[in-house]
């Protein structure tokens, strides 16, 4: 069984860098054909697609976040970790990793075959 879990700190400070991590179970981040993905919900909003790694290592990102987000990934862990800097009020939301396949980019959960089951990220001085 496939399993995702984000982790990472609950509250971050305007301006500085939010930083989660993916540790995916049951399948490798390698694995030919899917892309790791984070998206997040802002309250009282829809999902947002932030940005996607690919199993070769490539990354993709939504051009209204491009300039601030940056996806790595540790193969040995098989973990992928989401940096978003220049924090706002604005990015404040639950955050989420998932499985998706080509195209990628979804906006819906049905988008998707695997998710983790978010985490609550606040932009708050």
């Known amino acids: 069984q496939i399993q995702l879990q984000e982790s990472g700190p609950g509250l971050v400070k305007p301006s500085q860098t939010l930083s989660l991590t993916c540790t995916v179970s049951g399948d490798s981040i390698t694995t030919t054909g899917y892309y790791w993905t984070w998206l997040r919900q802002p309250p009282g909003k829809g999902l947002e697609w932030i940005g996607a790694i690919s199993s070769p290592g490539s990354t993709y990102f939504n051009p209204s976040l491009k300039s601030r987000a940056s996806i790595s990934r540790d193969t040995t862990k098989n973990q992928f970790t989401l940096q978003l800097k220049s924090v706002t009020p604005e990015d404040t939301a639950v955050y989420y990793c998932?499985?998706?396949?080509?195209?990628?980019?979804?906006?819906?959960?049905?988008?998707?075959?695997?998710r983790g089951q978010g985490t609550q990220v606040t932009v708050s001085s």
């Open positions: 998932a499985r998706e396949t080509y195209p990628i980019g979804g906006t819906t959960w049905n988008d998707f075959d695997f």
